[in-house]
Every structure is written in structure tokens, then in C-alpha cells.
């Protein structure tokens, strides 16, 4: 099967920046479309940013001009770099993927999370 692990959340201050990173492994024949989202407590599950594979983006209204979403195709790895941060960006981050495991198949992979806290 497919694995994504994210990496990079942590404690941040207020108008600190952070880099988060998701690495897919496993049995893949092709990444498409990769992304991030996010999920406050008490909240549902938002769109931060997507990226296809030929690098076209997409973000979230509350994060465009802040972050910046970026991949490595080589390396099947999706980026993250958020700045300016807010305490309102304070969430659990999570790393998507549509990942084709054959020409004919492909299937919606999750990383299990990263936490991001924004808070002086």
C-alpha cells in the first residue's frame, strides 16, 4: 500500500514561519494531485493548498499570500512553508495524495497528522 508521513509542526510564535514535509512511499506508479489541510479542535477539516503534478496551486482563502505549497516529484514529497502564522493557524495538518498504484488505479492517501501551534 501507499504510507504518507508528515513532518516539520511544532510550537511557533505569532508572525514565526514553519516548513512542513510529507513523504509518500510504497507501491506507487503515479502521484497526481497533492495537498494539505488542516483541522482545528472543534471544527471540520479545511483546505490549505493542492498542488498537481505539473506544479498548478491552489490554497485556501485564510492562508493565500501566506504559504506556499511545493513538491519534489523525484522524491514523491510535498512541502509546506507557512509564514506569517497566526494563532488562527494553530491545527492539526494533514498531508493527501492521489496516488495511482497502476495505470488503471489509483486511490486518496492521508498522513496521520502533524500539530502546528501558533502561541506566544
Known amino acids: 500500500q501507499v504510507q504518507l508521513v508528515e513532518s516539520g509542526g511544532g510550537l511557533v510564535q505569532p508572525g514565526g514561519s514553519l516548513r512542513l514535509s510529507c513523504a509518500a512511499s510504497g507501491r506507487i506508479f503515479n502521484i497526481n494531485a497533492m495537498g494539505w489541510y488542516r483541522q482545528a479542535p472543534g471544527k471540520q477539516r479545511e483546505l490549505v493548498a493542492t498542488?498537481?503534478?505539473?506544479?498548478?496551486?491552489n490554497y485556501g482563502d485564510s492562508v493565500k499570500g501566506r504559504f506556499t505549497i511545493s513538491r519534489d516529484n523525484a522524491k514523491n514529497m510535498v512541502y509546506l512553508q507557512m509564514s506569517s502564522l497566526k494563532p488562527e493557524d494553530t491545527a492539526v495538518y494533514y498531508c493527501?495524495?492521489?496516488?495511482?498504484?497502476?495505470?488503471?488505479?489509483?486511490?486518496?492517501?492521508w498522513g496521520q497528522g502533524t500539530q502546528v501551534t501558533v502561541s506566544s
Open positions: 498542488i498537481t503534478s505539473s506544479s498548478s496551486t
Open positions: 493527501n495524495a492521489d496516488v495511482a498504484i497502476s495505470r488503471y488505479i489509483s486511490n486518496i492517501y
